[in-house]
């Protein structure tokens, strides 16, 4: 298996985020001039909820692929997910910044973790989606135990 460094997100096309942003400046400051695609979380200010919208859902290159945050969903959140974004190719959430990676009936459930609040793993984590002729795979990329940023 390949492995993906924390320096590959350096080349990324677009940037998605699953909520929990908290100041939107700092959002555009450190993804622009990049496309990026961001969703409100529970821990998100009213101004960020109110520009930001709950769902997304995005068609790159033949792939259809919803984001949302995940905090609304009723528990098991997978089949929840799987239930109701079924027809789409990938599922991006973020609401237990716990890194999860796995194709569930052809649809890849995907959360990157998070780089400054990680939860029942052991490092800061972000997540890489690559789209290639009108297939999706992820990856999760585990940034250094201290949780240092990119």
Do not use: W
């Not at 400051?29 to 998100?44: K, L, W, Y």
């Not at 859902?57 to 009723?74: F, N, Q, R, T, Y």
């Not at 649809?107 to 029942?120: A, D, I």
């Amino acid at each position: 298996m390949r492995t993906i460094s924390e320096n590959a997100l350096v080349d990324a096309d677009i940037i998605l985020h699953a909520g929990d942003i908290h100041d939107l400046a700092l959002l555009e400051a450190i993804f622009s001039p990049r496309p990026f695609f961001a969703v409100a979380g529970n821990m998100d200010s009213t101004i960020a909820c109110g520009e930001l919208p709950a769902l997304r859902i995005l068609d790159i290159e033949k792939v259809k692929i919803a984001l949302l945050h995940g905090h609304s969903l009723p528990q098991p959140v997978h089949r929840s997910l799987l239930k109701k974004f079924s027809d789409k190719n990938a599922v991006v959430f973020g609401h237990t910044h716990e890194p999860y990676c796995k194709k569930h009936h052809g649809v890849l459930l995907f959360n990157p973790g998070s780089p400054t609040q990680p939860r029942g793993h052991s490092q800061a984590s972000v997540g890489l989606l690559r789209v290639e002729q009108s297939s999706i795979e992820g990856h999760i990329i585990n940034l250094h135990p201290s949780g240092g940023s990119i």
